[in-house]
Every structure is written in C-alpha cells, then in structure tokens.
C-alpha cells in the first residue's frame, strides 16, 4: 500500500509521540514520571457529570446539529458575554468536537496555498501543522525568556506584508504559560487596525487557569470583533479532556463555512457533553477555582524547585500549567553515549537517564526550551525536578 504524499507531509504532535513513548516504557516497567502531557489530573466536576447522566436518562442520544444544540449555543453565548464582554448571537458560534477543531476549521476556511500566516513563538505544535496543510505559510515571530515570551505590537506589525492573511495566538499561552495583558492586547489591535487585511484565531482555551492576572480578549475591542475568530473549550478549566468540546465563536461568514466543512469531516459534536457542557459554563464553578488554586501552587513548587537549578534560565508563568524553561547552558555538554546537540537531545536524555518525560522546544518554535507541564501531583513534582536537577548536573 502506498499512502498519499499527504499524509506523509504531517508532521505528528511532539506532545502526544513524547506522551506515547513514555506510556510504553511504563508498560515495560519503568518508573517514569510524566511532564509531557497538557491535561489536568483532575476529574470532571460531580456537577457536570450528574448532568451527563441526566441527559442520557432524558434520552439525549441522538444526532445533533452541526453547528450544537441550541440550548448549548445559548449557554457558550451568554458565557461570552458575561465573561469577555463579547456579544455574538447563536448563529455566529459554533460547537466542535475540542478547541483544535475549531481552530483547524478555521483555518481550512481562511487560508489559501501561498497566504502568510504570523505564528508568535512559542505557539502550539498544531498550528503550523494546520497552516501547513492548509498550503499556508507560516510566519514565526521569535521571542524570548527575558520578555515573558511575548511579542510587541512593534515586532508584531514588523512581520506584517501584503500576504499575511491571519495571526493565531493564544493567551494564556500554550506551551509558555505567558498571558498578554488588556495594555498589550490593545497596542496589538492598533497596529491590526492599520492591517485590515489581517484575521485573528485567538485561541483562549487556558482563560480559566490564570494567576494574578486577568486575561483578556481581542474580540471585545469593537474594530476588531469582525476580524476576530475566538476560541474556547471545555477541556482545561473543567478537567474535561475526554469530553471533546470545544467551541468557536465569530463573523457568521466564517462560523457558515466551518459548519460547511465540519458537516462533511465530523458531523454534530457529543450529544451527552454539549447537555453536560450547558450546566459546566453556567453551574457551580468553584470547583474551577478549586483547580485553579492547586495549579497555582504547583506552578510556585516548581518554580522554586526549578530555580535551584545552575543554568537554567526560568520564569514565573501568568497561566496555563507549563513551565518553558530555556536550556541553552546545557546545549553541546556531554555525557557518556553522546553529546547534547539540542533540545531534542535533552529530552530524551533524560527520559533515559532521569524517566522524566518532558517535551521539547522545537515542536514550539523555541528550540533552546523545554515543556514541563505541572498538572500532576506535588509529590511527582518535587521527585521529577530532583531527578531533572541530578541528571543535568552530571552533564560535563
């Protein structure tokens, strides 16, 4: 059998083949500590699978809608309003099965072979897959450790041509944990305003998992709201990864178009977790900030465990539940079988070494960072970044 030059062209997901290969040295024994996955530990709130269990009960089984249930559209609207200040109708949202269809459908609609795509690095290891897929060609705006990963509206306007098409981004940031602030978002919408030729995915999957900051959405800016595709799901902030909910909300044009497309790939999201998803947005949320807090003090453990480390350079992320860490002190040390030429080398050093399963920067467009994720136990925190912490040290 020979496949098509297609699907050969795809790269697959770092995360998930890192993930994968720590599952299967589990499976032959080994006592692996995985930092690699981006799914908290957590259950799904009672709540919200009480209700699960309810819609089955009311015979809630069957076929829905493309574009969601009705009654779930309402509740993704009113959440946009109450928390983001952005007023959409029903008619200009969309239900996906996850965020990552959302954005991929997106994208499938907007890009062209040949249209530029901005990228701000680090971002997720999807989108330049999906641009890339889409004939797309992608644009990566390069950052670093000592500006939090961010991108200046100066930068941002510097990497616009005639040919960008679209921005995607997300904040909070998957796999940097920067969030950009209301000041920096707007800095960002002026220079857009100059760009009206430029769409924006503004992929705010993270939103819920925030510390001392509040995140804030480019769509709520009025000369922006045309322009805007934003993105949003149920995995992250409810613990609800397995649910396969995500949702996008924009112009009616574009939200028409992912119906088209989706409508042909995938049909009508879950039945069960759209009716659980109505009672996650408008139900009890401190379990939600229960999460949040135990993510908070897990993102501090591992700061300050990470710190104690001789060169590695670390920041305090604003969100998500990565740390990015830059390893560019450890890059062409060696060790017994070989030499460190790279992230990529790191990484699979000390799964080796140290059975710690981390991801590396490469797969971000940061080729001197590292992933570790903190959505596990405090514990397997503390026991990862001691093993971390010996390996590298007996780098030479």
Known sequence: MQLSKRIDSVIESQTLAMTKLARSL?????????????????NTPENICYEASNAMKRGETHYT?????????????????RENNLSYSTDEIIVSNGAKQSI????????????????????????????????????????????NYKVSAE???????????????????????SVMSEVE??????????????????D??????VYNTKPFSIGSIPSMKSRVATVNGLAKGYAMTGWRIGYMAGPEILI???????GLISSGANSIAQAAGIEALIGDQSPVEDMRLQFEKRRNLMAEKLAEIPGLKVNNPEGAFYHFPDVTAFIGKSYENGTIKNADDLCMYLLETAWVALVSGDA???KNCIRLSYATSEEQIVEAVSRIHQALMRLN
Not at 26 to 40: A, N, R
Not at 204 to 209: A, N, S, V
Not at 256 to 262: D, G, P, T, V, Y
């Open 155 to 177: 930068l941002l306007e510097s990497y616009i041509t005639p040919k960008t098409k679209l921005i995607i981004f997300s904040s909070p940031c998957n796999p940097s944990g």
């Open 26 to 42: 589990k499976e032959q024994g080994k006592d692996i500590i995985s930092l690699s996955i981006g799914e908290p530990d957590f």
């Open 104 to 147: 991929f459908n997106a994208v499938m609609a907007l890009v062209n072979p040949g249209d530029e795509v901005i990228l701000p690095a680090p971002f997720w290891v999807s989108y330049p897959a999906m641009v890339n897929y889409a004939g797309g060609v992608c644009v990566e705006i390069p950052t670093s450790i000592e500006t």
């Open 364 to 366: 971000f467009g940061a």
């Open 65 to 81: 809608p493309v574009m969601g249930t009705l009654a779930f559209r309402k509740a993704i609207q009113e959440k946009l309003q």
């Open 185 to 202: 978002i707007k800095a960002w919408a002026e220079v857009l305003e100059r760009h009206p030729h430029v769409f924006v995915i503004s």
């Open 204 to 209: 705010e999957i993270y939103e819920k998992i």
């Open 256 to 262: 028409k178009a992912c119906e088209k497309f989706q």
